[in-house]
């Protein structure tokens, strides 16, 4: 009669006091959330902002800040291994067509640079060579 469980560790404050499902609002519910508790009453308001900051969620969305956050919450086994081997199959897919799209970006704005730098340097050639006082 031996029945383990697995507990899991909470992954933030607000799964401590029961409210983790505020992890998944969106940042505008969160700012919305954090006018109104400045407006009742300031240190809650104070409070919700710190969190904020302290969580990344005030910059998530911005530029790359939401990578690290969206792993972390989809790492979590769900007991059905064939769903986990599958989900991990496919973030690891998805993670390498990332990978693979910003380096392609990488390479057109290196392109991109490039070309504009040469039509510079052919436009100031063209203008030394055409007036002897700006040489």
């Not at 300031?42 to 998530?60: C, D």
Request: charge should be neutral; glycine fraction near 10%; include cysteine.
């Amino acid at each position: 009669m031996s029945h383990t469980t697995e507990a899991a560790a909470p992954e933030s404050p607000l799964d401590r006091i029961g409210l983790g499902w505020m992890e998944d609002m969106p940042k505008g519910a969160w700012i919305a959330l954090m006018v109104i508790g400045f407006i009742l009453f300031w240190p809650i308001g104070l409070a919700i902002l710190g969190y904020m900051i302290w969580s990344g969620k005030l910059m998530r969305g911005w530029k790359h800040g939401c990578g690290r956050h969206s792993r972390r919450r989809h790492s979590r086994p769900t007991g059905n291994t064939a769903f986990d081997d599958y989900r991990a199959e496919t973030l690891k897919r998805l993670e390498d067509e990332q990978e693979a799209f910003q380096s392609f970006l990488d390479r057109l704005r290196r392109a991109k640079d490039r070309e504009e730098f040469e039509a510079f340097i052919n436009e100031r050639k063209g203008s030394a060579d055409g007036d002897p006082a700006s040489a």
